[in-house]
């Protein structure tokens, strides 16, 4: 089954405590996407990555990163978190070609207190 | 002005009924055009993509641009209950992020 899963679905962490939350997918696709959605302000595009060891800033890049070593995982990294970062984290890919016709992940709940 | 504007709803209609979302977009050099769909507690779905003006249909869904009014519209005929959810507009500025708009909940009443 195509798929982009994510782990973990819910994380409850305290500030400043490093957390990895994993993206992977079993489509062979190029274009990979990191989005966070908060009530009021839709989706917004945190960090994306065109292929293997190839990653740009969306337009919420603070207090983040990424790596992309396979082409199948694209984790997001929060090396100091903050309460400013509890929200509703996706992940998803697509192939270049038609990089927006995105296959989402099933999110990940982040609270951090 | 936000780049990408929908009305947040939520929007009722009763089943059976055509339900009509709309979105605006400020960029007028946005070149595609996507609606998703996003059942509560769920992830985003791709419904339909437009790229050129005018309309385009699959099965119960239509979509539709104007690139000179700067809108674009998801029209669903014979509304079902399971149909309620939120709708995201989302657009292709050609910046390097795709701009989703924050949604429309749509309620369909059985």
């Known amino acids: 089954e195509a798929q982009v899963t994510q782990n973990p679905r819910y994380l409850i962490t305290v500030t400043g405590k490093k957390l990895t939350v994993t993206c992977s997918q079993n489509?062979?696709?190029?274009?990979m996407s990191w989005y966070r959605q908060d009530p009021g302000l839709g989706l917004r595009q945190i960090y994306y990555s065109m292929n293997v060891e190839v990653t740009d800033k969306g337009d919420v890049p603070e207090g983040y990163k990424v790596s992309r070593k396979e082409k199948r995982n694209f984790p997001l990294i929060l090396e100091s978190p903050s309460p400013n970062q509890t929200s509703l984290y996706f992940c998803?890919?697509?192939?270049?070609?038609?990089?927006?016709?995105?296959?989402f992940g099933p999110g990940t709940r982040l609270t951090v207190t | 002005q936000k780049e990408v504007e929908q009305n947040s709803g939520p929007l009722s209609v009763p089943e059976g009924a055509i339900a009509s979302l709309n979105c605006t977009y400020s960029?007028?050099?946005?070149?595609?055009f996507f609606w998703y769909r996003q059942y509560s507690g769920k992830s985003p779905e791709l419904i339909m993509s437009i790229y050129s003006n005018g309309d385009k249909e699959d099965g119960r869904f239509t979509a539709q641009l104007n690139k000179a009014s700067q809108y674009v519209s998801l029209l669903i005929r014979d509304s079902q209950p399971s149909d309620s959810a939120t709708y995201l507009c989302a657009v292709d500025t050609g910046r390097r992020a795709l701009t989703f708009g924050s949604g429309t909940r749509l309620q369909v009443q059985p």
């Open positions: 489509m062979n696709h190029e274009y």
């Open positions: 960029d007028r050099g946005s070149q595609s």
């Open positions: 998803a890919s697509s192939e270049t070609r038609n990089r927006y016709e995105q296959y």
